[in-house]
C-alpha cells in the first residue's frame, strides 16, 4: 500500500505562484507514473500533469505555460510548480500515483485563489 501525502496548498493571489508537494512512502522511482489532478466540488477529478517512471511529462492544456511538475528521488517528493494562478482555479489537487486497482491518491491539498 503506497501512502501519498500532499502538503503547499493555502491562499495565493491570483497571478501568484505555489508550490505543491506529496511526499510517497516508497520509492517514487518505482512507481509507472505519478501527477496531480484537480477537483471542484461536484465536478470529477481532472488531470494536472503527469509524470512517467522514466521522466515524461503531460500537462493539461491550460498548465503547458504555467506549471511544472518535478520530483526528488532523495526526498521521495514529487513537485508542482504552479505559477499565474487564476481566479477560480480547482480549490482541490491531489497527489496520484499509478498501481494497484485504480490507482493511489493522497488525501488532497486545497488551493484558494484571492482575486
Known amino acids: 500500500q503506497v501512502q501519498l501525502v500532499e502538503s503547499g496548498g493555502g491562499l495565493v493571489q491570483a497571478g501568484g505562484s505555489l508550490r505543491l508537494s506529496c511526499a510517497a512512502s516508497?520509492?517514487?522511482?518505482?512507481?509507472?507514473?505519478m501527477g496531480w489532478y484537480r477537483q471542484a466540488p461536484g465536478k470529477q477529478r481532472e488531470l494536472v500533469a503527469t509524470m512517467s517512471s522514466g521522466g515524461s511529462t503531460n500537462y493539461e492544456d491550460s498548465g503547458k505555460d504555467r506549471f511544472t511538475i518535478s520530483r526528488d528521488g532523495a526526498e521521495n517528493r514529487m513537485y508542482q510548480q504552479m505559477n499565474s494562478w487564476r481566479p477560480g482555479e480547482t480549490p482541490n489537487y491531489y497527489c496520484?500515483?499509478?498501481?494497484?486497482?485504480?490507482?493511489?491518491w493522497g488525501q488532497g491539498t486545497q488551493v484558494t485563489v484571492s482575486s
Open positions: 496520484y500515483e499509478e498501481g494497484g486497482a485504480g490507482g493511489y
Open positions: 516508497r520509492n517514487i522511482f518505482s512507481a509507472n507514473a
